[in-house]
């Protein structure tokens, strides 16, 4: 069995990426999904070369950060349903910065990046996440954190309404969504939103191929959908890691038996599916349990996340 494992980049990984990578390696890892700048990315190619251990890039794609396109682009970032705009007021936490999947210019952007990305032989595949719309509704058990009970679509979470989504939604079928008296039941402005991601995801896959296309998605199609606009069946897409996290849904451990199954039969037989396992959610014991649990419902391989979770090393497979 093929095992994944997330790793974001810090100032100590980068410092040490030799032992660190020899570490995940000796943990029984094959590939690893890498955030990190270009510079990063360069360090650590002939490591994993040496190594002989799979890179892959993770590429955070709807939140930005970048300083630049904040500065000279405020108006490429989401409107909410109350006209505010998620670089001023973000939802929920202050890096949920999101860009517009409806612009020219945003596609242009991110479509550049991954370009780049793709010009490093060495690299595997790229691996798409935060490719979706805010969490419309958050995950069940994080609602308590921000202390929210969310049980319906509320104007403040509920995104993108800017003039370039109105227009387009209006060009096609005549209606402004600032209008809708019920936005969160009305199929043609859900669908404009699902479709939104799944062109921009369908239009990377020509570009990132002959490499592994993958993406991390939330954990069953019914919840993607429903929280944060994911129609991911509909994806041209290599492998998808449904982030099988089940305290985050107030599941137990039997869940992730039940989500695998779910998204394998909902999947095209090309696509590998290989759920990720949130590590901190996990005790030592419970490890080999979930991940038997996600293999024998027909998994392709499994995904931890992530290298942070310190347990793991202590634990190798
Ligand atoms: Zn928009």
């Not at 936490?93 to 780049?116: F, Q």
């Not at 010009?119 to 935060?130: K, N, R, T, V």
């Amino acid at each position: 069995m093929k095992k994944w494992m997330w790793l974001r980049n810090n100032a100590e990984l980068e410092k040490n990426f030799l032992l660190h990578t020899e570490n995940i390696k000796q943990a029984g890892i094959d590939a690893i999904l890498f955030s990190g700048s270009i510079e990063a990315i360069e360090k650590l190619i002939p490591i994993t070369q040496k190594l002989k251990i799979e890179l892959h890039i993770w590429s955070i794609t709807g939140i930005c950060s970048d300083p630049e396109i904040i500065k000279n682009h405020p108006d490429w970032f989401m409107l909410n349903r109350n006209g505010e705009s998620c670089l001023q007021n973000p939802p929920y936490v202050d890096y949920y910065k999101w860009l517009c999947p409806s612009k020219l210019e945003v596609k242009k952007y991110l479509t550049e990046r991954i370009v780049k990305l793709c010009s490093y032989p060495e690299i595997a595949g790229i691996h798409l996440d935060y490719i979706r719309y805010p969490d419309v509704i958050l995950p069940v058990a994080i609602q308590p954190e921000y202390n929210l009970h969310q049980t319906h679509e509320e104007p403040q979470f509920d995104y993108c309404y800017c003039p370039e989504c109105r227009q387009q939604f209006s060009a096609k079928t005549g209606i402004d969504p600032l209008d809708l008296q019920s936005p969160s039941t009305h199929t043609n402005w859900l669908k404009f939103r699902y479709d939104n991601i799944t062109n921009l995801v369908n239009s990377l896959a020509k570009i990132v191929r002959p490499k592994l296309f993958s993406a991390a998605v939330f954990p069953t199609p019914k919840i993607a959908k429903e929280l944060v606009r994911q129609d991911w069946t509909a994806w041209d897409i290599d492998a998808i890691f449904p982030m099988i996290y089940h305290k985050f849904y107030d599941e137990n451990i039997e869940w992730i038996k039940t989500a695998t199954k779910i998204d394998v039969q909902k999947l095209s037989s090309k696509t590998k599916l290989i759920p990720g396992l949130f590590l901190p959610h996990l005790t030592p014991d419970e490890l080999p349990i979930a991940m038997q649990k996600a293999m024998e419902s027909g998994a392709n391989s499994i995904a931890f996340f992530d290298y942070d979770a310190e347990k793991i090393m202590k634990h190798p497979f």
